[in-house]
């Protein structure tokens, strides 16, 4: 069966592709939860007190809740081994960027079809001006290496933290999955 509209079935999927984009809109930010695929936190022990931390946030979570997290994560960390400081001895944050381009033309359509009386074959093309879209995909990760310990790493350094105090501090911000 011949397409007698080719125009329409081009709008048709320009339509849907343009919906795809708004709906990967919609992405909510990572939930603080381990890992399951590409995003969320991890750990892996180097020594019984020394730890890699990382949290990875997909392209809704911002960097300071990638940050965040981490550090939450750190200090719960440090309370299911014993401790009660950490202190981070190394850290990173990874900025992955990328872009998306998609070109839309509204009105473009193109077809064959039998001219006049004879039987004749003609060809029509025509393509509009399309508007074309970039969107630029960030995402972060924060790494820490973090060595757990009990009062004797409690400094007034920077880079030295008490558990409890950031779980208490940081809790109320952290969003957890839904069920």
Known sequence: MENRNPG??????A???????????????????????????????IESDRFRV?????????RETVETYLLYRAAE??????????????????KNKRYVHHTYYPFAYSGYGAYGYHGGYYFRSSFAHGTSDSIA?????????????GEELRT?????????EVLENIGPRVERPRN
């Not at 329409?8 to 999927?13: A, G, M």
């Not at 339509?15 to 939860?33: I, N």
């Not at 350094?157 to 409890?164: F, I, M, N, V």
């Open 77 to 94: 960390l440090t309370l299911e081994k014993g401790g009660t400081f950490f202190t981070v001895v190394a850290r990173d944050l990874e």
């Open 54 to 62: 990382s949290f990875r946030g997909n392209s809704a979570t911002d």
């Open 137 to 149: 995909i960030t995402r972060y990760e924060a790494i820490a290496e973090i060595v757990i310990g």
């Open 156 to 164: 007034d350094g920077p880079s030295a933290y008490d558990a409890r």
């Open 8 to 13: 329409c079935t081009r709008s048709v999927l």
């Open 15 to 45: 339509s849907l592709a343009v919906t795809f984009f708004l709906l990967a809109g919609c992405t909510t930010p990572t939930p603080y939860a381990p890992a399951t695929d590409r995003f969320g936190y991890r750990e892996n022990a």
